[in-house]
């Protein structure tokens, strides 16, 4: 049933009212309508003050990794308020009826990209992801030491799309906040149209006719800036199934001798570039939030993530705002099953819903967050355990925007 009151309803828009959702979009995000055409009316979730759209809010039905195993997570999007409707708690009254419909419907996760991450840690989201960026010259690309590469780089083409995907299926298997990628989303990320004025490249790299790797960037001519080299370089996508596959791929693009400078803004923590240059510094590494995640139901997210090690481990949960997160759990892991069911035992810590967000992502280890103050134990010796069993094959990281 929609949630209303005297002058306000949430319910999702219809079709007729997907224009207005994306003119509030545009307005307030600065985006282009035409960005949003794909979404559907019955993906959305929108405040309306006197049968006007005043709040958007919507959410993508992705499917995610969690350390090795897939999860369906809501990936919300669009939110956005009318400048002349904002300040009214309009955007809770959405969180709060879409967390209570998805946890009625078993959507465990919800995650976004924020265009403020101070918005959502209101509402339990945490960040679980932390992006890094690269700005290097092609000359620095220089390593500490030889590398045998067996296999050879050629370029690709748009029919071997079914191979880019399987590539890059075999390298999310393990990983944590990669999304299944379907073909609209090859479409308008790693493989999206150029901009005015760029060339798309897509290279593989086999050995023995086996593809363990690829590099999708986008070429284009810089300023003039006298005697200098003005191209530029930026990639948007590399996935490496061995060290040779990585490597290959990095000495390609170190022999771009009229690039000024190569970009990657979208790199992953856990990248190695840093640890094989001789001069790491030269990547101008930065860093800054990457994707927010929230638990909405505690017992699926929990059980539904891959594990690396067996083991048994009872906490208390406090969420305000998901009510039936609240309590003690215990969740169990036996090989490749988990479960998690109320109580079972005494907590060994108590957390709120956004440090364990950041718990089941990997960001965090239990002892991290103890020393961070994000979570109470009375034995911060004994968490060990919990970083064990808890910990990931990877560091978090999502490849796509959405």
């Not at 009316?41 to 049968?51: G, H, I, Q, S, Y």
């Not at 932390?130 to 690309?141: D, G, K, N």
């Not at 803004?265 to 856990?270: F, H, R, S, T």
Request: include cysteine.
């Amino acid at each position: 049933m929609p949630a209303t009151t005297a002058t306000t309803e949430i319910r999702p828009a219809t079709p007729d009212e997907m224009p207005r959702l994306a003119q509030v979009v545009s307005l307030s995000l600065a985006l282009p309508a035409q960005q949003f055409a794909a979404l559907r009316p019955e993906w959305t979730l929108c405040a309306f003050e006197n049968d006007q759209l005043a709040t958007a809010y919507a959410a993508w039905p992705f499917t995610m990794r969690m350390n090795g195993k897939p999860m369906k997570v809501a990936g919300v999007t669009t939110v956005s308020t009318h400048p002349t409707h904002r300040r009214r708690g309009n955007l809770r009254a959405i969180m709060e009826t879409d967390f209570r419909r998805r946890h009625e419907q078993g959507e465990p996760v919800a995650a976004l990209y924020a265009s403020l991450a101070a918005i959502y840690q209101r509402y339990g989201y945490a960040i679980v992801t932390t992006h890094h960026s690269y700005a290097i010259e092609p000359r620095y690309l220089q390593f500490t030491r030889p590398s045998e590469i067996p296999g050879e780089l050629r370029e690709s083409s748009p029919a071997e799309l079914p191979t880019l995907i399987d590539v890059y299926r075999r390298f999310r298997e393990q990983r944590t906040a990669y999304l299944h990628r379907g073909a609209a989303m090859w479409q308008v990320s790693a493989l999206g149209p150029p901009a005015e004025g760029e060339t798309v490249s897509v290279v593989l790299y086999e050995e023995r006719g086996v593809p363990q790797g690829y590099v999708v960037y986008a070429t284009a001519q810089g300023p003039a800036d006298g005697n200098r080299p003005s191209q530029r370089l930026q990639l948007r996508d590399l996935c490496w199934l061995n060290p040779a596959a990585y490597r290959a791929c990095w000495e390609h693009l170190s022999r771009f001798d009229l690039v000024r400078q190569i970009s990657w803004p979208n790199v992953p923590a856990d990248d190695p570039l840093p640890h094989l240059l001789l001069e790491p510094r030269m990547l101008h590494a930065a860093s800054r939030d990457g994707i927010l995640a929230r638990i909405i139901d505690i017992d699926r997210a929990f059980a539904g993530r891959g594990y690396q090690h067996s083991g048994r481990l009872s906490f208390a949960a406090t969420d305000s705002l998901c009510p039936w997160n609240e309590g003690t759990w215990t969740l169990e892991v036996d090989g490749a099953d988990a479960s998690v069911r109320r109580g079972g035992g005494t907590a060994l810590f108590s957390a709120p819903i956004d440090t364990l967000s950041m718990l089941l992502f990997g960001q965090l280890s239990a002892t991290e967050a103890w020393r961070m103050g994000r979570l109470d134990c009375p034995d911060p010796d004994a968490l060990a355990g919990a970083d064990r069993l808890l910990s990931t094959a990877y560091r978090p990281f999502c490849a796509d925007h959405f």
